[in-house]
């Protein structure tokens, strides 16, 4: 009776796998900037998404009154991803989650730059340094 019992606790535990999550929590100063991941809008900084695969990632974010930003982040390889013990995790009765942050910094802009006198000035600048006088 008691094997018995112990092959069902056994086979229990065996059938009740447990799960991986992967997730990127994303924040960015200042907060609520759209944030696109590959191309696919995520939502408004902080936000959290899922991921499938670790690696890198093409990763944008934009505000009104901020310079865009374009970058790419990683997520790093944690060691239970790894084989063999990547089956043991899966096999785990439990939930077993990797959240990777990322912090995005994004600039604000220069109003003299958009004004037209602004945009003249630093023509002529730019020009002053690229044509050597003599």
Do not use: H
Request: net charge neutral.
């Amino acid at each position: 009776m008691k094997r018995a019992a112990a092959i069902v606790i056994l086979a229990s535990l065996l059938s009740a796998q447990g799960c991986l999550e992967r997730r990127v929590q994303i924040t960015s100063e200042p907060p609520g900037a759209t944030v696109w991941v590959n191309d696919v809008e995520v939502g408004r900084t902080p936000c959290t998404t899922g991921f499938l695969f670790y690696g890198e990632y093409d990763v944008r974010a934009a505000k009104d009154g901020y310079q865009p930003l374009t970058t790419s982040r990683g997520t790093p390889t944690p060691i239970w991803e790894y084989a063999p013990v990547d089956l043991l995790a899966t096999a785990a009765p439990f939930t077993i989650t990797n959240t990777v942050k990322w912090q995005l910094d994004l600039k604000p802009n220069d109003p003299a730059a958009d004004e037209p006198d602004g945009l003249i000035k630093r023509a002529s600048e730019m020009r002053s340094r690229a044509i050597p006088t003599k």
